[in-house]
């Protein structure tokens, strides 16, 4: 079974999207995980109703959090002291999958044995309409690769914790926590698997690119000095090949 965990926060405008996405997947054997993180537009209320009505999917289990003030790491984390699937998955409430995104992944994984999965994914704008950006994903990733390069969307992750130890999924409470989290497994010699196949949208609402970038580059930066315990000089190339590799992408 493939569990799912989803952080909701504020996903009143597309919450019955992500609801009809998950159901139109064609692999069945899963639970959808979804811990609601304090919305104050509707959201909270909407999925507590769900969850109490008739209608209500076994396996969709809702987990109201208390006090954990928007933190998507909390709530993914929360998600996965829930979680009784062999297979992790996480999908972000505004993020799109492919109908076949649960089995096309689930079949390359086991085909090809990979512990530690993502694919490829493309932007999309606010109605999730696909943009032609695609960020394709290496069929392999190393740590030392990893550092440089930003290319695993969280909502493209699987991973088999028969092979990679559950609590090693748990996300740090910082900035960037997922990519934190992925430069964790790999630092400790797991090989991430791509697979390039766009099986999800990333949708981007319209906001400040420049506040974006500047915001992205404190954070890799961070990530460096305070995660992985890089000195200045260390972190100078892997820095440079981020922001080359970033630009690119942009373009």
Known sequence: MISVITPVYNAIAFIDETFAMMFAQDHTDWEWILV???STDGTREKLAEYASSA???RRV???LADD???KAAGARNIGLDAAGGRYIAFLDADDVWSKNKLSTQLDYMDKTGAAFCFTSYEFGDEQARGTGRIVHAPRELTYRQALSRTVIFTS????DTQKIDKSKLYMPYIASE???TWWNILRDGVTATGLDEVLTIYRRPARSLSSNKLLAVKRIWGLYRDNEGMGV?????????WAFRATIRRI
């Open 55 to 57: 209608d209500c999917d």
């Open 178 to 180: 997922d990519t934190a």
């Open 61 to 63: 289990r809702i987990i």
């Open 233 to 241: 000089f260390k972190s100078i190339p892997y820095f440079i090949g």
């Open 156 to 159: 493209t992750v699987m991973f």
């Open 36 to 38: 609601e993180d304090g």
């Open 68 to 70: 954990n003030k928007n």
